[in-house]
């Protein structure tokens, strides 16, 4: 950047001036008297969100079986009037939408969204602790929190005396975790896409943090098949657990590159009949992550020629693709990651920008401009002790409320 700066300083002064007006325009925008009364309403707002963070937690929503956190999701924007109630309603997939429509129809459509399902089975005991700084549950910042804040979001705009230039659609959406593939959010693309300019993901945790890029992840399933035998009578021939043992060994031996940062896990395994039977079958479930699609691809490649040089006579290996998660990214110097990066530093906080892995993965590979935003900082995600803190919330959601202000007052083709 700096080389760049050097070369062409009339680019570098002229986006220095363009920064300067960004950074005024978050501030400018916070001092509005319908922000000013936005931000009173957040604080008295408080309590009823803590309390909406704990309610949708403690409706269970496994990966799939989202249907009752997403009935409560659009009860409650049901009840806002001042939504484009024609506009609310849930998919087959348990997508719930409503929109806030903006005063130019012209423009195009900001997309929030938040993820309503967790990594968590219906037997999962949905206890919540809560102390003077933390509150302690399963599924509590993933993404519960995140869901909170998207319909405080929607109630607290929609009831103001802000007026957005652009829709706002407000996208309670499923199947982020696990195998959902970021089904939900593709067929929310599916269906709003077309009028759709930027979008913003908010996962409950990770406040400060800024992800502009999505990680390509590929999921694959190895299955290996033999004729099986008596462990007495047949020694000898091949076992099914063997050969998948061999395999999983010389996988593990795999030394991805740093840069693009590359990543392997043989995540679960599974196979054999009995301790006195050699093994007909035998599976394992890899998961490969890259920054990059090419690291990606170079990295199955190196599996998938494992995979041939372990192939021999009575040894069958089976390959299934169970997951898929595409890759794209957002530039640093993207008006949206700019307005990110304004608000947070207008906030005290230090941005970080990274790489992840979320719902932002899908609409990225679309090409829609996409920045995935947290709301508190938090820890022990995807286990039944994760937790959040109380007081950094505040923060996050007036973030968000400032983001989205600014965001749908960005020009309709700002690069
Ligand atoms: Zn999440």
Redesign the pocket.
Known sequence: MHLKLRRKPEIGLRRLRLLELRLSDVAQLAATPAFSTLRAALQAYQARLLAETVTIQQIASPTFEESERAAYVQARLAALSALDQSSVCTDDLYNVYACLRGNDPSRPALLVSA?TDTVFSRQTSLSVKQTAETLCGAGIG??SL?VAALLAAAELLSQSHVRLPSDVWFVANSR??GLGNLDGIRAVYARLGRCLGRAIVI?GMALGHVYIGGIAVKRLRIACYTEGGHSWLHFGRPSAIHHLMRLGAQIAALRPPESPRSTYNIGVIEGGRSVNSIAAEASLLLDLRSETREGLAALERSVLNLIDLNRTNGVRFEVTTIGERPSGSIPRSHPLVQLAHETLTYLGIQPIFEHGS?DANALLAHGLPTITIGITRGGNAHREDEFIEIAPILDGVWQLLLLIGAAAHLPAHPD
């Open positions: 993820h993933d993404n995140g982020e975790e996962e979320t």
